[in-house]
């Protein structure tokens, strides 16, 4: 069965420092990984996805991730955070077999990034 | 632009009582999904839609149902609402890639007393 797990619910950061949202992994057969961010009263919106190819995911507004597949992980990375990355973000997984075209998501970690 | 609604946007209804949750999109999309949101849950699937007149249980499907009778259109009843259910409602769009993602609406806040 797929599942993800994040680990933190929490996570703050200083503005201009490098921020990290980690994100495990279980499925069977090959992984589709998502990042999704939620701000206040919205929908998720897509950030990134790892198919196949390079392990390190460039994605939308400087966000990117590194899949790990020894680790099964696949977090979430920013160089420099900025005060408007403040929000939920979620990892999701989609299992490689056929049809299964729905995502399993994780819990979410909230990130505050600190002025 | 393509985009998915939701409607209505926030709900209070009393125990019992049956809601829809209308969900509309012009991506011409045939996979269509319910996701409810709770603290320290995350977002769980309720039902789901892989085209007209499919139709699938998710991982949380007891009191609900769907129905799909065009692309555009999966609308999620909730046949006699509990507390239990007091929720935020998302639904989401994707297309027939396995690799595609999935597209959220704004979501439906539901109370109910």
């Known amino acids: 069965a797929q599942s993800v797990a994040q680990p933190e619910d929490q996570v703050n950061v200083a503005e201009g420092n490098p921020l990290t949202v980690k994100c495990t992994y279980s499925?069977?057969?090959?992984?589709?990984l998502f990042w999704y961010v939620q701000y206040p009263n919205r929908g998720l919106q897509f950030l990134l996805k790892y198919i196949t190819g390079d392990n390190l995911v460039k994605g939308s507004y400087g966000f990117e991730a590194e899949f790990n597949k020894s680790q099964t992980s696949f977090h979430l990375k920013k160089p420099s955070a900025l005060v408007s990355d403040s929000a939920l973000y979620f990892c999701?997984?989609?299992?490689?077999?056929?049809?299964?075209?729905?995502?399993?998501f994780g819990t979410g970690t909230r990130l505050t990034v600190i002025p | 632009d393509a985009e998915i609604t939701q409607s209505p946007r926030h709900k209070i209804t009393e125990t019992g009582r049956q809601v829809t949750l209308a969900c509309h999109q012009t991506w011409n999309h045939n996979n269509m999904f319910w996701y409810r949101q709770d603290l320290g849950h995350g977002l769980r699937l309720i039902h789901y839609?892989?085209?007209?007149?499919?139709?699938n249980k998710g991982e949380v499907s007891d009191g609900y149902s769907v129905s799909r009778s065009n692309t555009e259109d999966l609308p999620l009843t909730l046949e006699s609402a509990a507390s239990s259910q007091t929720s935020v409602y998302f639904c989401?769009?994707?297309?027939?890639?396995?690799?595609?993602?999935?597209?959220f609406g704004e979501g439906s806040r539901l109370t109910v007393l």
């Open positions: 989401a769009s994707s297309g027939t890639r396995l690799s595609g993602e999935l597209f």
């Open positions: 839609s892989y085209g007209v007149q499919d139709t």
């Open positions: 999701a997984v989609r299992g490689g077999q056929t049809g299964a075209n729905n995502l399993f």
């Open positions: 499925v069977s057969g090959n992984p589709y």
